[in-house]
């Protein structure tokens, strides 16, 4: 792509990445595990972004269709995953509200 | 704009991003401010997208290639329209039709894509490199990470959801030849590896031909794909929530090494942060269990499940109680706490369980849910689907917190849960469960436990919880016990 970030440079990126979320993470309530695993799930959907390069680069048919492929599955995990966690997430109430009202937004 | 300025606008709003990941996540610290974290991380994501949509629409055409619009050519601008609109919709679709019970099958599958797409994406880079100057061991390496564990994560994934989604028998399959296949497996991924990392570089130590290259990397591809296969069938279903997290936590590394590959620095920190949070999310969940993770990738162990027992096996009687007589029992006591289990997940019984709660609440009894950290088929499982059912979080109590209430409180309630509240896990060095932290259901005054049959619990063992003197047992399956008891405590 760019070619202007080293490998070096990189390695630290990834490093500092990693200790961050160690950090991040390990202060989640358990109450919060299942929407925390389903929320990282649609992070790592960031993949579409490599996709969509691919399929920019392509010239050939394999290319395009690895591409096409790896566009496909990688908007099916953001975007579904996204909506799941955020239909999980809209349940954790402090006070209970009248069942059935919040089904339209889901 | 010039191309240097773009590629460097392009990379600093991809840190922003990245940031929102970083914000997102640390908002889910508190049920309170969750919902808004997820929003501030899919907000990134949109960021995300749309910059390298736009980026790539503004960047020059690569060479040789007649673009349409900017730097995509016709097919790529209809891969990417086309990939966003139908992914998308699925994606979309499956979210939101899905029950809350089925959850954990359905993140397994976006799982599973995910981790395709990062394999896909290793793969093609890989095709644009082999031979060219681009071709360094460093960058091989990634291609290969990539490519092993994006592919190991997508098999490995789908069997993990077609076992939870019932498409799979549950049990532990052995593959045949069992350690053997594994090795060799091992092995042909090994030499590929050595072969491809020999064969990189600028003057390498091993001269391929491209063709031969190619061949060896789908050998490794397929070895992979075989792997994930292998690795997920021997493990029962009752531990798949700890192998769905560990491949969560695979498919972030290999995002983050399609990153390294295409240079992307949002890539690797977005995959990195997954990375940590599964690998962290796995170790809690296999100390939650008293397993250490190699312990339950060997697989075999969920064997037992369903098996039925002897209903004095454990040397004691058990007690049967009536549906009135609990009632009247839950009625009329001053402190109760509810101990749900998976089996309240199967029946599909929060609904009922919340309206027996309310009922009980209404008649001035305070009512607590204790909830075990592996309680239901993932992590917090079973808060996800009382929360389903409208009952408040602060009523959820973590298991360091409820465990000293069980002495004050009068009648505790245990609807499908098993190993969890196993005393024998405190008492008994031998017994396989032993050093699991578990609920102290039998310090209650009172005890009753709605359960099927007197069948073991997913470790196999007896529960000397249910020959207790202090237990009544309500068999019943956990929606018609619930629905027995509401319709007993409202005609008292």
Known sequence: MS???????????????????????????????????????????????????????????????????????????????????????????KKPTAPKADRKEA | MDQATLSTLFILIGALAAGSFVIGLHYMNSPATARNGNLISAGGMTVAVVTTFVYLLLRDCHEGATC??????????????GGFAIGGAVGLFLALRIAMTAMPQLVSLFNAVGGGAAALVALFDYRNIVGGPDESISTVIFVILGVLIGSITFTGSLIASGK?????????????????????????????????????????????????????????????????????????????????????????????????????????IAGALVGAAGGILTKLMADAMNRSLLNIMVGGFGGAEGTQADPTAGGGTVRQVGVDDAAIQLA??????????YGLAVAQAQHAVRELGDILEDRGVIVNYAIHPVAG???????????????????????????????????ALVIGANDVTNPVARTDPASPIYGMPI??????????????????????????????????????????????????????
């Open chain 2, 164 to 268: 939870l989604q019932g498409l799979l028998p549950g049990k532990p399959i052995a593959v045949p030849g069992g350690v053997i296949t594994t090795a060799i497996l091992g092995a042909i991924a090994l030499v590929t590896t050595i072969l491809l990392v020999l064969g990189a570089g600028d003057s390498p130590m091993l001269e391929l031909a491209t063709e031969i290259k190619t061949v060896l990397l789908v050998v490794l591809l397929g070895t992979a794909l075989t792997f994930g296969v292998t690795m997920v069938l021997p493990i029962g279903g009752a531990d798949m929530p700890v192998v769905i997290s560990l491949l969560n936590s695979f498919t972030g590394t290999a995002a983050a090494m399609s990153g390294f590959v295409l240079e992307s620095p949002l890539l690797i």
């Open chain 2, 439 to 492: 609920l102290d259901v039998d310090e209650a005054k009172s005890i009753i436990v709605i359960k099927r049959s007197m069948g073991r619990g997913y470790a196999g063992i007896d529960n000397s919880l249910y020959t207790n003197p202090k237990t009544g047992m309500l068999f019943s399956d956990a929606k018609a016990g619930l629905e027995q008891l509401i319709a007993a405590v409202k005609a008292l």
């Open chain 2, 68 to 81: 349409a619009v900017g730097g995509l050519t016709s097919p790529a601008l209809i891969i990417i329209v």
């Open chain 2, 332 to 341: 009329y006591a001053q402190n109760v706490i509810i101990v749900p289990g």
């Open chain 2, 377 to 411: 088929r993932m992590p917090g499982h079973m808060n996800v689907l009382l929360a389903e059912a409208n009952v408040p979080y602060p009523q959820l109590k973590e298991m360091d917190d409820i465990n000293p209430e069980f002495p004050r409180c009068d009648v």
């Open chain 1, 3 to 93: 070619g202007e970030i080293s490998l070096l440079g990189s390695l630290v990126i990834f490093i500092m990445a990693v200790l961050v979320g160690f950090e991040v993470i390990s202060k989640v309530p358990a109450t919060l595990h299942t929407p925390l695993m389903s929320g990282a799930n649609s992070i790592h959907g960031i993949v579409v972004i490599g996709g969509m390069i691919i399929a920019a680069e392509a010239s050939d048919p394999l290319g395009y269709t690895l591409a096409a492929i790896a566009v496909l599955f990688g908007a099916m995990n953001v975007v579904g995953g996204y909506v799941v966690t955020d239909r999980m997430l809209q349940m954790f109430r």
